[in-house]
């Protein structure tokens, strides 16, 4: 049904023109009649018409004004002038404010008719283009959000977003936390016409927030004071890392990568905020010699980790002699410790919280909690024989070893054809061999391992990326993309469209 209301200042004419209509045949329904120009604006304004018929000469508001102060609120009122004058002036005026019809006193039945329907059917247009104008907006702003979310994984940032001249990423802890309306909340902040865009996506655990400006951050604190403080009010005890801001914007992975930092480091130090500048200040002031020291002896092939021992000595010596501060020392030590973890992770494949039995962000607080040089040695040095420990007591087979080789071998090729005599050829072994040692001890057979790694990577490339399935299939090892269809559905549970769909990265 569509929503008609009356004005006109002679009572007679409202009732004639209630009764003279069947408006219900019509599908419309009268919502109210007034008798003046400024109570018809009060009460068009709270029962939002879609026609307004009025007359052009009434107490209050006339009939031209009330046209243009309606459609200052609720654009899309089509008007039908009714009037006793005929004046080209007023018919002009009418026009110019886009009233649909100038209906002159007396008005025939079938005239009011024809003009209510032409008024419906410019009421369906304004409306269908209202929708059109909408859907638009609403895919340009999923294209945009979805390429500022690509540039993330290291796409180049074209046009998109010409004219800012700034960009920082934030990145905010949210594990366990729903952030849908945080997310909303974020965007509304960012886009109230201020000069500056906000994009916001859950990562994971975390909440990754794009900020570009036309100023710089400086210029924008006050806004960062509103992003912190929204944080704060939603999340539990967040801790939120920001990166460094790049003048000359062409991808947003180096910048997330310094946020990520950052937060580590805070999540290290609980510390609510964490600004990457500051952690590069703090790595010249620390001197560059004393980090590289640590990056070149965790560099070499077939460490003994047992010798990182010496390391300890070293770094603490250095932070005596140069007399640095206990957030300075804490994070040379966060720094080294986080260099095993890696080490251990890359070279062994082993899970260091598995070993420790302690989840990495509990270790990083009991690093944080300890207050002499003399408990960060203890500490170090417990965290470290422990791991020497675990690795001497599991210390490889050359079963194991072979094993090892072949899984990293499997993890670097996995996109490439790959045959079992020519991996076994590779390893110097029979075919049947490999094929009888890999089953026995992981469980699965090989070509079922390599087909479960290829699925992870293509639920990893259909989560974080909008690549074509055609190109994810070949790049996970599948010439054929109906086959790869099929593997990935047994082996999924549901189709890669459908998978996408479900699992696409929060925006």
């Not at 480091?265 to 590069?280: A, K, M, N, S, W």
């Not at 962000?361 to 470290?384: A, C, G, P, S």
């Amino acid at each position: 049904m569509y929503k008609l209301f009356i004005v006109d200042d002679e009572k007679v004419v409202i009732d004639g023109l209630l009764s003279v209509v069947d408006w219900h045949e019509h599908q419309v329904e009268v919502v109210g009649t007034a008798l003046d120009g400024n109570r018809a604006y009060d009460l068009i304004v709270e029962a939002k018409p879609n026609i307004v018929m009025a007359d052009i000469r009434m107490p209050g508001l006339n009939g031209l004004d009330l046209i243009q102060k309606v459609k200052s609120v609720i654009p899309d009122t089509v008007f039908i002038i009714i009037s006793g004058y005929t004046q080209f002036a007023y018919a002009k005026r009418a026009i110019e404010l886009e009233a649909i019809d100038y209906l002159t006193k007396p008005i025939e039945l079938d005239e009011i008719i024809a003009s209510v329907k032409r008024a419906i059917e410019k009421y369906d247009q304004l409306r269908e283009r209202k929708e059109a104008a909408t859907q638009l907006e609403q895919y340009r702003s999923q294209v945009e959000e979805k390429h500022i979310l690509h540039s993330l994984f290291g796409y180049p940032l074209d046009q998109i977003l010409e004219g800012y001249t700034s960009c920082s990423v934030l990145v905010t802890d949210c594990k366990s936390q729903s952030t849908d309306q945080l997310i909303e909340m974020v965007k509304l902040l960012g886009n109230q016409g201020a000069p500056h865009r906000i994009f916001s996506y859950e990562m994971e655990d975390h909440l990754v927030t794009i900020y570009f400006s036309y100023g710089n951050r400086e210029q924008d604190s006050g806004l960062f004071d509103k992003l912190k403080s929204l944080y704060k009010n939603i999340l539990t005890s967040p801790i939120t890392g920001i990166s460094s801001t790049y003048i000359e914007i062409t991808s947003l992975q180096q910048l997330y990568k310094e946020a990520l930092e950052a937060y580590h480091v805070g999540l290290y130090l609980q510390q609510e905020v964490t600004d990457y500048r500051h952690l590069v200040n703090m790595n010249n002031t620390i001197g560059l010699s004393m980090m590289k020291r640590m990056e070149q002896f965790f560099l070499k092939r077939n460490l003994d980790l047992s010798s990182s021992e010496s390391l300890i000595d070293e770094l603490l010596a250095y932070s005596i002699r140069e007399n640095l501060t206990p957030v300075k020392s804490k994070y040379l030590c966060f720094k080294l410790i986080n260099h095993v973890f890696e080490y251990v992770q890359q070279e062994f494949d082993i899970n260091v919280e598995t070993v420790l039995q302690e989840e990495k962000y509990l270790i990083f607080k009991q690093l944080n909690q300890l207050r002499t040089m003399v408990d960060h040695k203890v500490w170090l040095l417990e965290k470290i024989r422990k791991l020497v420990d675990y690795l001497s007591d599991n210390q490889m087979s050359q079963k194991d070893k072979l094993l090892y080789e072949v899984k990293n071998h499997l993890k670097e090729n996995y996109a490439q054809p790959i045959g079992l005599d020519e991996l076994a050829g590779k390893f110097h072994i029979s075919p049947a061999y490999l094929s009888s040692l890999f089953s026995k001890n992981m469980g699965v057979t090989l070509f079922e391992y390599i087909i479960n790694m290829r699925m992870e990577k293509a639920k990893e490339l259909l989560r974080t990326t909008n690549n074509k399935i055609s190109d994810i299939c070949q790049q996970v090892g599948y010439e054929n993309q109906r086959y790869f269809n099929q593997v990935f559905k047994k082996n999924i549970g549901t189709t890669p469209g459908n998978y996408r769909a479900n699992h696409l990265v929060k925006q």
